[in-house]
Protein backbone atom coordinates (compact mmCIF):
# COMPACT_ATOMS: atom_id res chain seq x y z
CA UNK A 1 0.00 0.00 0.00
CA UNK A 2 1.55 3.53 -1.09
CA UNK A 3 1.94 5.49 1.65
CA UNK A 4 2.07 9.39 0.07
CA UNK A 5 2.33 11.15 3.81
CA UNK A 6 5.56 9.09 4.05
CA UNK A 7 6.87 10.05 0.96
CA UNK A 8 6.12 13.65 1.70
CA UNK A 9 7.92 13.30 5.03
CA UNK A 10 10.47 11.35 3.41
CA UNK A 11 10.70 14.37 0.64
CA UNK A 12 11.34 16.66 3.72
CA UNK A 13 14.04 14.79 5.59
CA UNK A 14 16.05 14.84 2.22
CA UNK A 15 15.70 18.26 2.29
CA UNK A 16 17.08 18.81 6.12
CA UNK A 17 19.52 16.28 5.72
CA UNK A 18 20.49 17.49 2.38
CA UNK A 19 20.73 21.32 4.13
CA UNK A 20 22.54 19.29 7.41
CA UNK A 21 25.66 17.76 5.11
CA UNK A 22 25.95 21.74 3.56
CA UNK A 23 26.16 22.48 6.48
CA UNK A 24 28.37 20.99 8.72
CA UNK A 25 30.88 20.78 5.42
CA UNK A 26 30.76 24.85 5.07
CA UNK A 27 29.93 24.34 1.19
CA UNK A 28 27.56 22.35 -1.10
CA UNK A 29 24.43 22.66 -2.86
CA UNK A 30 21.83 22.23 -0.66
CA UNK A 31 19.00 24.52 -3.01
CA UNK A 32 19.89 22.23 -5.83
CA UNK A 33 19.28 19.34 -3.76
CA UNK A 34 16.11 20.45 -2.28
CA UNK A 35 14.30 20.94 -5.33
CA UNK A 36 14.63 17.66 -6.03
CA UNK A 37 13.73 16.06 -2.60
CA UNK A 38 10.31 15.09 -3.47
CA UNK A 39 10.96 13.05 -6.56
CA UNK A 40 13.89 11.11 -5.42
CA UNK A 41 11.95 10.33 -2.52
CA UNK A 42 9.10 9.03 -4.81
CA UNK A 43 12.16 7.16 -6.55
CA UNK A 44 13.94 5.55 -3.39
CA UNK A 45 10.06 4.39 -1.73
CA UNK A 46 8.58 2.27 -4.54
CA UNK A 47 10.31 2.76 -7.87
CA UNK A 48 13.54 2.21 -7.85
CA UNK A 49 14.76 -1.94 -7.46
CA UNK A 50 18.44 -1.84 -5.85
CA UNK A 51 20.01 -4.27 -3.30
CA UNK A 52 22.12 -1.85 -1.17
CA UNK A 53 23.45 -4.56 0.47
CA UNK A 54 24.25 -6.19 -3.00
CA UNK A 55 25.39 -2.72 -4.46
CA UNK A 56 26.88 -4.36 -7.58
CA UNK A 57 24.56 -7.17 -8.47
CA UNK A 58 24.04 -7.27 -12.17
CA UNK A 59 19.85 -7.26 -11.63
CA UNK A 60 20.00 -4.10 -9.79
CA UNK A 61 18.71 -1.10 -11.27
CA UNK A 62 21.13 2.02 -11.97
CA UNK A 63 20.53 5.55 -10.32
CA UNK A 64 22.44 8.27 -12.15
CA UNK A 65 22.63 12.08 -10.91
CA UNK A 66 23.60 13.89 -13.74
CA UNK A 67 23.24 17.05 -11.48
CA UNK A 68 25.88 15.92 -9.44
CA UNK A 69 26.06 18.88 -7.71
CA UNK A 70 23.23 17.64 -5.72
CA UNK A 71 25.11 15.43 -3.91
CA UNK A 72 23.88 16.35 -0.47
CA UNK A 73 20.42 14.85 -2.04
CA UNK A 74 22.29 11.60 -3.43
CA UNK A 75 24.56 10.88 -0.09
CA UNK A 76 20.77 12.18 1.59
CA UNK A 77 19.47 9.18 0.16
CA UNK A 78 21.82 6.85 0.85
CA UNK A 79 21.29 7.48 3.98
CA UNK A 80 17.92 7.00 4.15
CA UNK A 81 18.13 3.69 2.20
CA UNK A 82 21.01 2.17 5.02
CA UNK A 83 23.91 2.49 2.76
CA UNK A 84 25.55 4.78 5.02
CA UNK A 85 25.28 5.85 8.77
CA UNK A 86 24.87 8.63 10.09
CA UNK A 87 28.65 9.00 11.08
CA UNK A 88 29.75 8.73 7.47
CA UNK A 89 27.22 11.08 6.51
CA UNK A 90 28.52 13.74 9.23
CA UNK A 91 31.64 13.51 6.88
CA UNK A 92 30.50 15.16 3.87
CA UNK A 93 33.45 17.03 1.49
CA UNK A 94 35.78 16.02 4.06
CA UNK A 95 39.58 14.66 3.51
CA UNK A 96 39.53 11.34 3.00
CA UNK A 97 35.14 11.01 2.84
CA UNK A 98 34.02 8.65 0.18
CA UNK A 99 31.07 11.35 0.32
CA UNK A 100 33.16 13.59 -2.38
CA UNK A 101 31.57 17.81 -3.05
CA UNK A 102 30.47 15.19 -6.28
CA UNK A 103 29.58 11.90 -6.64
CA UNK A 104 32.25 9.07 -7.48
CA UNK A 105 32.31 5.16 -7.81
CA UNK A 106 34.31 5.33 -4.54
CA UNK A 107 30.94 5.20 -2.67
CA UNK A 108 28.68 1.92 -4.12
CA UNK A 109 26.25 1.54 -5.79
CA UNK A 110 27.48 5.15 -7.86
CA UNK A 111 28.39 3.78 -11.14
CA UNK A 112 29.98 7.08 -12.82
CA UNK A 113 31.61 10.14 -11.38
CA UNK A 114 29.41 12.98 -12.21
CA UNK A 115 29.52 17.14 -12.21
CA UNK A 116 30.81 17.72 -15.05
CA UNK A 117 26.98 18.68 -16.78
CA UNK A 118 25.66 17.03 -19.56
CA UNK A 119 27.64 13.68 -18.83
CA UNK A 120 25.20 11.84 -16.87
CA UNK A 121 22.34 11.16 -19.40
CA UNK A 122 24.55 10.06 -22.04
CA UNK A 123 26.04 7.65 -19.46
CA UNK A 124 22.98 6.23 -18.43
CA UNK A 125 22.32 5.57 -22.67
CA UNK A 126 25.33 3.78 -22.22
CA UNK A 127 24.32 1.89 -19.29
CA UNK A 128 20.68 1.02 -20.88
CA UNK A 129 22.36 -0.07 -24.29
CA UNK A 130 24.21 -2.49 -22.03
CA UNK A 131 20.72 -3.89 -20.33
CA UNK A 132 19.48 -4.09 -24.07
CA UNK A 133 21.74 -5.42 -26.20
CA UNK A 134 24.21 -7.02 -23.74
CA UNK A 135 23.15 -8.31 -20.42
CA UNK A 136 20.04 -8.59 -21.76
CA UNK A 137 18.75 -8.28 -18.28
CA UNK A 138 15.45 -6.03 -17.16
CA UNK A 139 17.00 -3.13 -15.11
CA UNK A 140 15.99 0.21 -15.64
CA UNK A 141 18.28 3.10 -15.28
CA UNK A 142 17.46 6.56 -14.15
CA UNK A 143 18.68 9.75 -14.55
CA UNK A 144 18.07 13.16 -12.19
CA UNK A 145 19.37 16.00 -14.38
CA UNK A 146 19.00 19.27 -14.40
CA UNK A 147 17.62 21.89 -16.60
CA UNK A 148 20.64 24.21 -16.69
CA UNK A 149 22.54 21.01 -18.48
CA UNK A 150 19.50 21.00 -21.02
CA UNK A 151 21.97 23.34 -22.54
CA UNK A 152 24.63 21.06 -23.20
CA UNK A 153 24.84 19.31 -26.91
CA UNK A 154 26.01 16.02 -25.11
CA UNK A 155 22.48 16.04 -23.42
CA UNK A 156 20.98 15.72 -27.11
CA UNK A 157 23.20 13.49 -28.38
CA UNK A 158 21.84 11.43 -25.71
CA UNK A 159 18.25 12.25 -26.56
CA UNK A 160 18.58 11.24 -30.10
CA UNK A 161 20.48 7.81 -29.49
CA UNK A 162 18.26 6.56 -26.74
CA UNK A 163 15.60 7.05 -28.95
CA UNK A 164 17.23 5.45 -32.01
CA UNK A 165 17.58 2.28 -29.96
CA UNK A 166 14.22 2.31 -28.46
CA UNK A 167 15.68 2.26 -24.93
CA UNK A 168 12.39 1.93 -23.15
CA UNK A 169 14.36 1.06 -20.26
CA UNK A 170 15.59 4.70 -19.50
CA UNK A 171 13.75 7.41 -17.79
CA UNK A 172 14.84 10.68 -17.37
CA UNK A 173 14.16 12.86 -14.55
CA UNK A 174 14.84 16.61 -15.48
CA UNK A 175 15.07 18.80 -12.17
CA UNK A 176 13.14 21.75 -13.71
CA UNK A 177 13.80 24.54 -10.92
CA UNK A 178 14.55 27.34 -13.17
CA UNK A 179 17.42 28.77 -12.04
CA UNK A 180 21.07 28.27 -12.59
CA UNK A 181 24.42 29.29 -11.47
CA UNK A 182 24.33 32.98 -12.04
CA UNK A 183 20.67 33.40 -14.08
CA UNK A 184 17.59 32.00 -14.96
CA UNK A 185 18.03 29.25 -17.71
CA UNK A 186 16.74 29.68 -21.12
CA UNK A 187 13.11 28.18 -20.67
CA UNK A 188 12.69 28.76 -17.11
CA UNK A 189 9.81 27.37 -15.87
CA UNK A 190 8.44 26.25 -19.91
CA UNK A 191 8.28 22.53 -19.65
CA UNK A 192 6.19 22.08 -22.33
CA UNK A 193 8.68 23.65 -24.45
CA UNK A 194 11.11 21.12 -23.16
CA UNK A 195 9.15 18.22 -23.76
CA UNK A 196 7.93 19.35 -27.33
CA UNK A 197 11.93 19.08 -27.87
CA UNK A 198 11.94 15.86 -26.51
CA UNK A 199 8.71 14.54 -28.78
CA UNK A 200 10.44 15.68 -31.67
CA UNK A 201 13.48 13.49 -30.70
CA UNK A 202 10.94 10.49 -30.35
CA UNK A 203 10.74 10.21 -26.08
CA UNK A 204 7.71 9.71 -24.30
CA UNK A 205 7.37 13.15 -22.64
CA UNK A 206 5.40 13.64 -19.55
CA UNK A 207 5.45 17.71 -17.94
CA UNK A 208 4.23 17.49 -13.87
CA UNK A 209 4.35 18.92 -10.40
CA UNK A 210 7.71 17.87 -9.14
CA UNK A 211 6.29 18.34 -5.62
CA UNK A 212 3.29 16.27 -6.22
CA UNK A 213 4.21 12.83 -5.09
CA UNK A 214 0.86 11.45 -6.22
CA UNK A 215 1.71 13.43 -10.17
CA UNK A 216 5.54 11.72 -9.47
CA UNK A 217 4.34 8.37 -8.73
CA UNK A 218 1.60 8.57 -11.98
CA UNK A 219 4.61 9.54 -13.65
CA UNK A 220 6.97 7.14 -12.53
CA UNK A 221 4.22 4.13 -13.43
CA UNK A 222 3.91 5.15 -17.32
CA UNK A 223 7.67 5.67 -17.41
CA UNK A 224 7.63 1.79 -16.39
CA UNK A 225 4.81 0.55 -18.66
CA UNK A 226 6.20 2.67 -21.80
CA UNK A 227 7.74 -0.60 -23.86
CA UNK A 228 8.99 1.41 -27.15
CA UNK A 229 10.83 4.39 -26.40
CA UNK A 230 12.43 6.18 -23.25
CA UNK A 231 10.45 8.33 -21.00
CA UNK A 232 11.47 11.66 -19.80
CA UNK A 233 9.60 13.54 -16.51
CA UNK A 234 10.01 17.24 -17.00
CA UNK A 235 9.44 18.31 -13.47
CA UNK A 236 8.33 21.93 -12.27
CA UNK A 237 10.27 22.53 -8.86
CA UNK A 238 11.31 25.16 -7.06
CA UNK A 239 14.84 25.62 -5.94
CA UNK A 240 15.71 25.76 -2.19
CA UNK A 241 11.68 24.35 -1.83
CA UNK A 242 10.28 24.74 1.57
CA UNK A 243 12.68 27.36 3.08
CA UNK A 244 11.49 30.93 2.40
CA UNK A 245 14.72 32.77 2.65
CA UNK A 246 15.97 30.63 -0.21
CA UNK A 247 13.42 29.56 -1.98
CA UNK A 248 12.93 30.16 -5.59
CA UNK A 249 15.43 32.95 -4.92
CA UNK A 250 18.35 33.72 -7.09
CA UNK A 251 22.07 34.22 -5.84
CA UNK A 252 21.14 30.83 -3.62
CA UNK A 253 23.34 28.70 -5.22
CA UNK A 254 25.96 26.81 -4.46
CA UNK A 255 26.42 27.64 -1.27
CA UNK A 256 25.36 26.39 2.47
CA UNK A 257 21.62 28.48 3.99
CA UNK A 258 22.74 31.51 5.97
CA UNK A 259 20.72 30.17 8.87
CA UNK A 260 20.34 26.35 8.98
CA UNK A 261 18.83 25.89 11.54
CA UNK A 262 15.95 27.82 11.31
CA UNK A 263 15.42 26.22 7.79
CA UNK A 264 15.66 23.00 9.29
CA UNK A 265 13.01 24.22 11.71
CA UNK A 266 10.79 25.70 9.29
CA UNK A 267 11.18 22.23 7.56
CA UNK A 268 9.56 20.39 10.54
CA UNK A 269 13.11 19.69 12.11
CA UNK A 270 15.36 16.29 11.45
CA UNK A 271 13.60 13.04 11.22
CA UNK A 272 15.01 9.82 11.23
CA UNK A 273 13.10 7.71 8.71
CA UNK A 274 14.44 5.04 6.67
CA UNK A 275 13.62 3.16 3.33
CA UNK A 276 13.25 -0.48 2.47
CA UNK A 277 14.04 -0.22 -0.76
CA UNK A 278 12.89 -3.00 -3.41
CA UNK A 279 15.00 -5.48 -4.73
CA UNK A 280 15.62 -6.54 -8.18
CA UNK A 281 14.23 -9.64 -9.70
CA UNK A 282 16.77 -11.80 -10.01
CA UNK A 283 15.99 -14.71 -11.77
CA UNK A 284 16.74 -13.86 -14.97
CA UNK A 285 20.42 -15.25 -15.84
CA UNK A 286 22.66 -12.95 -17.37
CA UNK A 287 23.88 -12.62 -20.39
CA UNK A 288 27.27 -14.11 -21.69
CA UNK A 289 28.51 -14.31 -25.61
CA UNK A 290 29.68 -17.62 -26.51
CA UNK A 291 33.00 -17.53 -28.88
CA UNK A 292 34.84 -19.84 -30.96
CA UNK A 293 38.25 -18.84 -29.43
CA UNK A 294 41.38 -18.47 -31.82
CA UNK A 295 44.41 -15.95 -31.49
CA UNK A 296 45.88 -12.54 -32.77
CA UNK A 297 46.49 -12.43 -36.18
CA UNK A 298 50.20 -12.18 -37.60
CA UNK A 299 52.18 -11.23 -40.18
CA UNK A 300 55.53 -11.63 -42.32
CA UNK A 301 58.08 -9.38 -41.86
CA UNK A 302 58.24 -7.04 -45.10
CA UNK A 303 54.83 -7.07 -45.61
CA UNK A 304 53.10 -3.43 -45.71
CA UNK A 305 49.75 -3.33 -43.66
CA UNK A 306 48.42 -0.16 -42.47
CA UNK A 307 48.10 -0.16 -38.63
CA UNK A 308 44.76 0.75 -38.71
CA UNK A 309 43.70 -2.55 -39.86
CA UNK A 310 45.92 -4.35 -37.84
CA UNK A 311 43.83 -2.74 -35.21
CA UNK A 312 40.50 -4.01 -37.00
CA UNK A 313 41.55 -7.44 -37.90
CA UNK A 314 43.31 -7.94 -34.35
CA UNK A 315 39.67 -6.66 -32.48
CA UNK A 316 37.67 -8.84 -34.26
CA UNK A 317 40.24 -12.03 -33.60
CA UNK A 318 39.95 -10.51 -29.84
CA UNK A 319 36.28 -10.76 -29.75
CA UNK A 320 36.07 -14.48 -31.31
CA UNK A 321 38.78 -15.36 -27.93
CA UNK A 322 36.71 -13.13 -25.32
CA UNK A 323 33.12 -13.00 -24.75
CA UNK A 324 32.81 -9.77 -23.22
CA UNK A 325 35.04 -7.72 -26.05
CA UNK A 326 32.57 -4.73 -27.11
CA UNK A 327 33.58 -2.53 -29.59
CA UNK A 328 31.75 1.44 -30.48
CA UNK A 329 32.67 3.35 -33.63
CA UNK A 330 31.79 7.01 -34.46
CA UNK A 331 30.62 6.02 -37.79
CA UNK A 332 33.94 5.88 -39.45
CA UNK A 333 34.36 2.09 -38.83
CA UNK A 334 35.64 1.53 -42.58
CA UNK A 335 38.31 3.80 -41.89
CA UNK A 336 39.33 2.87 -38.66
CA UNK A 337 38.62 -0.57 -39.76
CA UNK A 338 36.13 -1.39 -36.57
CA UNK A 339 33.70 -2.89 -38.96
CA UNK A 340 36.01 -5.68 -38.97
CA UNK A 341 34.68 -6.65 -35.75
CA UNK A 342 31.30 -5.27 -36.70
CA UNK A 343 31.02 -7.97 -39.28
CA UNK A 344 32.28 -11.05 -37.27
CA UNK A 345 30.37 -9.91 -33.82
CA UNK A 346 27.31 -7.46 -34.58
CA UNK A 347 25.66 -8.17 -31.23
CA UNK A 348 28.84 -6.69 -29.46
CA UNK A 349 28.81 -3.82 -31.87
CA UNK A 350 27.26 0.00 -31.18
CA UNK A 351 27.27 2.50 -33.78
CA UNK A 352 27.50 5.72 -32.02
CA UNK A 353 27.29 7.76 -35.68
CA UNK A 354 28.74 11.48 -35.22
CA UNK A 355 28.54 11.74 -31.79
CA UNK A 356 31.91 11.15 -30.37
CA UNK A 357 30.56 12.81 -26.19
CA UNK A 358 27.83 9.93 -27.10
CA UNK A 359 30.75 7.29 -27.93
CA UNK A 360 32.62 7.86 -24.59
CA UNK A 361 29.53 7.92 -22.44
CA UNK A 362 28.26 5.14 -23.97
CA UNK A 363 31.53 3.03 -23.48
CA UNK A 364 32.24 4.32 -19.98
CA UNK A 365 28.26 3.15 -19.02
CA UNK A 366 29.05 -0.06 -20.51
CA UNK A 367 32.39 -0.58 -18.25
CA UNK A 368 30.33 0.35 -15.37
CA UNK A 369 28.44 -3.07 -16.26
CA UNK A 370 31.41 -5.10 -16.33
CA UNK A 371 31.81 -5.21 -20.36
CA UNK A 372 35.40 -4.53 -22.38
CA UNK A 373 35.13 -1.83 -24.62
CA UNK A 374 37.17 -0.30 -27.10
CA UNK A 375 36.16 2.83 -29.04
CA UNK A 376 37.10 4.00 -32.04
CA UNK A 377 37.15 7.16 -34.51
CA UNK A 378 39.71 9.72 -36.19
CA UNK A 379 42.66 10.70 -33.45
CA UNK A 380 41.82 14.36 -34.14
CA UNK A 381 38.15 13.39 -33.31
CA UNK A 382 38.88 12.74 -29.63
CA UNK A 383 39.22 16.32 -28.67
CA UNK A 384 35.46 16.45 -29.16
CA UNK A 385 34.79 14.01 -26.47
CA UNK A 386 38.31 14.98 -24.01
CA UNK A 387 35.99 16.12 -21.13
CA UNK A 388 34.38 12.66 -20.88
CA UNK A 389 37.81 11.23 -21.13
CA UNK A 390 38.70 12.88 -18.37
CA UNK A 391 35.97 12.57 -15.99
CA UNK A 392 35.93 8.43 -16.94
CA UNK A 393 39.52 8.38 -15.43
CA UNK A 394 37.34 9.91 -11.89
CA UNK A 395 35.15 6.87 -12.32
CA UNK A 396 38.03 4.59 -12.45
CA UNK A 397 36.41 3.52 -15.97
CA UNK A 398 38.18 1.27 -17.88
CA UNK A 399 38.38 2.63 -21.66
CA UNK A 400 40.09 0.95 -24.95
CA UNK A 401 40.56 4.25 -27.27
CA UNK A 402 41.67 3.74 -31.00
CA UNK A 403 42.19 7.01 -32.59
CA UNK A 404 43.12 6.37 -36.69
CA UNK A 405 44.55 9.05 -39.10
CA UNK A 406 47.05 10.57 -36.66
CA UNK A 407 49.31 13.41 -38.27
CA UNK A 408 50.77 14.61 -41.32
CA UNK A 409 50.82 11.32 -42.78
CA UNK A 410 47.34 10.64 -43.62
CA UNK A 411 48.36 13.69 -46.61
CA UNK A 412 45.88 15.39 -48.57
CA UNK A 413 43.16 15.63 -46.63
CA UNK A 414 44.37 18.70 -44.29
CA UNK A 415 44.74 19.86 -41.26
CA UNK A 416 41.32 20.02 -39.56
CA UNK A 417 41.58 16.06 -39.64
CA UNK A 418 45.24 15.37 -39.14
CA UNK A 419 45.48 14.84 -34.76
CA UNK A 420 48.26 16.34 -33.55
CA UNK A 421 47.33 17.18 -29.94
CA UNK A 422 46.33 14.08 -29.15
CA UNK A 423 49.43 12.17 -27.43
CA UNK A 424 49.46 15.51 -25.24
CA UNK A 425 45.98 15.77 -24.01
CA UNK A 426 45.80 11.52 -23.84
CA UNK A 427 49.11 11.83 -21.87
CA UNK A 428 47.74 14.10 -19.52
CA UNK A 429 44.71 11.55 -18.34
CA UNK A 430 45.29 10.09 -15.04
CA UNK A 431 46.53 6.75 -15.07
CA UNK A 432 46.66 6.58 -18.97
CA UNK A 433 48.94 5.00 -21.05
CA UNK A 434 49.96 6.04 -24.78
CA UNK A 435 50.86 3.47 -27.81
CA UNK A 436 51.52 4.07 -31.15
CA UNK A 437 53.30 1.52 -33.11
CA UNK A 438 55.10 1.47 -36.14
CA UNK A 439 53.57 -1.77 -37.64
CA UNK A 440 50.92 -4.52 -37.35
CA UNK A 441 52.33 -6.85 -35.69
CA UNK A 442 53.33 -4.84 -32.68
CA UNK A 443 49.45 -3.41 -33.35
CA UNK A 444 47.89 -6.58 -32.47
CA UNK A 445 49.85 -7.63 -29.53
CA UNK A 446 48.98 -4.14 -28.01
CA UNK A 447 45.02 -4.31 -28.52
CA UNK A 448 45.36 -7.79 -26.67
CA UNK A 449 46.85 -6.21 -23.96
CA UNK A 450 44.71 -3.56 -23.80
CA UNK A 451 42.11 -5.57 -23.17
CA UNK A 452 43.11 -6.32 -19.73
CA UNK A 453 44.45 -3.11 -18.25
CA UNK A 454 42.96 -1.09 -16.23
CA UNK A 455 42.16 2.70 -17.13
CA UNK A 456 42.26 4.32 -19.60
CA UNK A 457 44.20 3.20 -22.96
CA UNK A 458 44.92 5.09 -26.04
CA UNK A 459 46.06 3.34 -29.21
CA UNK A 460 46.92 5.78 -31.87
CA UNK A 461 46.82 4.09 -35.55
CA UNK A 462 48.22 5.15 -39.18
CA UNK A 463 46.50 5.56 -42.06
CA UNK A 464 49.25 4.56 -44.50
CA UNK A 465 50.75 1.44 -44.89
CA UNK A 466 53.74 0.80 -42.66
CA UNK A 467 56.88 -1.70 -43.41
CA UNK A 468 56.38 -4.88 -40.98
CA UNK A 469 59.57 -5.13 -38.94
CA UNK A 470 58.40 -6.97 -35.27
CA UNK A 471 58.47 -10.67 -35.55
CA UNK A 472 55.58 -12.36 -34.74
CA UNK A 473 57.59 -14.03 -31.42
CA UNK A 474 59.28 -10.54 -30.65
CA UNK A 475 58.27 -9.60 -26.83
CA UNK A 476 55.73 -6.08 -27.02
CA UNK A 477 54.48 -4.71 -24.86
CA UNK A 478 52.82 -1.64 -23.05
CA UNK A 479 55.98 -0.43 -21.23
CA UNK A 480 57.85 -1.62 -23.89
CA UNK A 481 60.04 -0.61 -26.90
CA UNK A 482 61.85 -1.72 -29.83
CA UNK A 483 65.74 -0.99 -30.45
CA UNK A 484 65.45 -1.26 -34.28
CA UNK A 485 69.30 -1.17 -34.59
CA UNK A 486 72.32 -0.49 -32.66
CA UNK A 487 76.13 -1.20 -32.03
CA UNK A 488 79.12 -0.82 -30.01
CA UNK A 489 79.85 2.36 -32.25
CA UNK A 490 76.64 4.17 -32.55
CA UNK A 491 77.27 8.20 -32.37
CA UNK A 492 73.46 9.36 -32.33
CA UNK A 493 70.23 7.82 -31.40
CA UNK A 494 67.46 8.45 -33.18
CA UNK A 495 63.95 7.90 -31.27
CA UNK A 496 60.32 7.25 -33.23
CA UNK A 497 57.06 6.37 -33.19
CA UNK A 498 54.48 5.06 -35.62
CA UNK A 499 55.58 6.89 -39.39
CA UNK A 500 58.51 8.24 -37.94
CA UNK A 501 60.02 4.48 -37.16
CA UNK A 502 60.61 4.23 -40.93
CA UNK A 503 62.14 7.37 -41.21
CA UNK A 504 64.33 7.40 -38.65
CA UNK A 505 65.55 3.76 -39.81
CA UNK A 506 65.96 5.11 -43.28
CA UNK A 507 67.96 8.25 -42.27
CA UNK A 508 70.29 5.78 -40.14
CA UNK A 509 71.01 4.02 -43.76
CA UNK A 510 71.85 7.74 -44.92
CA UNK A 511 74.35 8.22 -42.17
CA UNK A 512 75.74 5.16 -42.22
CA UNK A 513 76.59 5.99 -45.65
CA UNK A 514 79.21 9.06 -44.37
CA UNK A 515 80.23 6.77 -42.03
CA UNK A 516 78.03 7.55 -39.32
CA UNK A 517 76.68 4.84 -36.68
CA UNK A 518 73.11 5.86 -35.57
CA UNK A 519 70.97 3.71 -32.80
CA UNK A 520 67.31 3.37 -34.07
CA UNK A 521 64.72 2.94 -31.01
CA UNK A 522 60.98 2.58 -31.75
CA UNK A 523 59.23 3.77 -28.69
CA UNK A 524 55.67 2.15 -29.40
CA UNK A 525 54.88 2.81 -25.45
CA UNK A 526 54.83 6.85 -25.67
CA UNK A 527 53.43 6.63 -21.85
CA UNK A 528 54.46 4.62 -19.83
CA UNK A 529 57.82 5.03 -21.82
CA UNK A 530 60.64 2.66 -21.67
CA UNK A 531 63.32 5.01 -19.57
CA UNK A 532 65.81 1.90 -19.02
CA UNK A 533 66.33 1.93 -22.74
CA UNK A 534 66.62 5.73 -23.73
CA UNK A 535 68.76 6.58 -20.83
CA UNK A 536 71.28 3.50 -22.20
CA UNK A 537 71.31 4.92 -25.49
CA UNK A 538 72.05 8.37 -23.62
CA UNK A 539 74.82 6.93 -22.11
CA UNK A 540 76.11 5.26 -24.87
CA UNK A 541 75.83 8.42 -27.75
CA UNK A 542 74.72 11.56 -25.36
CA UNK A 543 73.01 12.89 -28.45
CA UNK A 544 69.16 11.92 -29.41
CA UNK A 545 67.00 13.06 -32.29
CA UNK A 546 63.60 13.04 -31.42
CA UNK A 547 60.79 12.67 -34.41
CA UNK A 548 57.49 12.68 -34.27
CA UNK A 549 54.46 13.43 -36.44
CA UNK A 550 52.72 15.52 -33.79
CA UNK A 551 53.08 19.04 -32.50
CA UNK A 552 56.30 19.19 -30.17
CA UNK A 553 54.43 19.93 -26.91
CA UNK A 554 53.34 16.90 -24.73
CA UNK A 555 54.57 14.73 -27.14
CA UNK A 556 57.35 12.01 -27.76
CA UNK A 557 60.01 14.56 -27.78
CA UNK A 558 58.68 15.51 -24.06
CA UNK A 559 58.21 12.04 -22.76
CA UNK A 560 62.04 11.08 -23.74
CA UNK A 561 62.87 14.48 -22.11
CA UNK A 562 61.15 13.41 -19.18
CA UNK A 563 62.11 9.62 -19.16
CA UNK A 564 65.92 11.88 -18.84
CA UNK A 565 65.53 14.37 -16.80
CA UNK A 566 67.14 12.24 -13.89
CA UNK A 567 69.89 11.14 -15.96
CA UNK A 568 73.77 12.54 -14.84
CA UNK A 569 75.01 12.72 -17.59
CA UNK A 570 75.36 15.50 -20.41
CA UNK A 571 73.47 14.61 -23.15
CA UNK A 572 71.67 16.76 -25.61
CA UNK A 573 68.32 15.72 -27.14
CA UNK A 574 67.17 17.76 -30.40
CA UNK A 575 63.17 17.57 -30.79
CA UNK A 576 61.79 17.14 -34.16
CA UNK A 577 57.90 17.99 -34.87
CA UNK A 578 55.46 19.53 -37.16
CA UNK A 579 55.93 22.99 -35.86
CA UNK A 580 53.79 25.29 -38.49
CA UNK A 581 50.17 24.23 -39.56
CA UNK A 582 50.25 21.65 -42.04
CA UNK A 583 48.13 21.57 -45.67
CA UNK A 584 46.92 19.38 -47.92
CA UNK A 585 49.76 17.44 -49.65
CA UNK A 586 50.72 13.89 -50.21
CA UNK A 587 52.26 12.36 -47.16
CA UNK A 588 55.93 12.93 -48.26
CA UNK A 589 55.68 16.55 -49.23
CA UNK A 590 54.22 16.82 -45.33
CA UNK A 591 56.59 15.28 -43.81
CA UNK A 592 59.56 16.34 -45.94
CA UNK A 593 57.51 20.47 -44.89
CA UNK A 594 57.62 19.36 -41.10
CA UNK A 595 61.44 18.16 -41.06
CA UNK A 596 60.43 14.73 -39.63
CA UNK A 597 61.34 12.56 -42.86
CA UNK A 598 64.91 10.94 -43.29
CA UNK A 599 66.68 13.79 -44.90
CA UNK A 600 65.79 15.98 -41.95
CA UNK A 601 66.74 13.43 -38.88
CA UNK A 602 69.73 12.63 -40.87
CA UNK A 603 70.46 16.43 -41.13
CA UNK A 604 69.21 16.83 -37.86
CA UNK A 605 71.87 14.32 -36.58
CA UNK A 606 74.79 15.98 -38.37
CA UNK A 607 74.07 19.17 -37.28
CA UNK A 608 73.72 17.91 -33.64
CA UNK A 609 77.17 15.93 -33.63
CA UNK A 610 79.02 18.55 -35.99
CA UNK A 611 78.24 21.14 -32.81
CA UNK A 612 79.58 18.60 -30.33
CA UNK A 613 82.84 18.46 -32.52
CA UNK A 614 82.72 22.11 -32.64
CA UNK A 615 82.39 21.83 -28.93
CA UNK A 616 85.36 19.54 -28.31
CA UNK A 617 87.77 21.34 -30.55
Given amino acids: ?160 HAAHYGLDNLTAIVDVNRLGQTTETMLGWDVETYAARARAFGWHAITLDGHDVDAIDAAYAAAESTTDRPTVLFAKTKKGKGVKAVEDLPGKHGKPLDDPEAAIAELGGVRDLSVSVAKPDTSPSVHEFSVDGGSLPVWETGDHVATRLAYGQALAALGSMRGDVVALDGEVSNSTHSEEFAHAHPDRYLEMYIAEQQMIAAAVGVQARGWVPFASTFAAFFSRAYDFIRMAAISSADLRLSGSHAGVSIGADGPSQMALEDMASLRAVHGSAVLHPSDANQTAKLVGEMASRKGITYLRTLRGKTLVRTTPDEDVHIGGSRTVRSSSDDRVTLVGCGVTVDEADKAAELLAAEGIQARVIDCYSVKPIDASVLTTAAGDTHALVVAEDHWPEGGLGDAVLEALAGFEEPVVVRKLAVRDMPTSGTPEELLRAAGIDAEGIAAAAREMLASRRAAVG
Fill in 1 to 160: MVDNNFRRELGQQLRVDSVRAAWHAGSGHPTSSMSAADLMAVLLDGHLRLDYDNPHAPHNDHLIFSKGHASPLYYSMLKAAGAIDDAEFATYRQFGSRLEGHPTPRIPPTDVATGSLGQGLPVGVGIALAGKRLDRLPYRVWVLCGDSEMAEGSMWEAFE
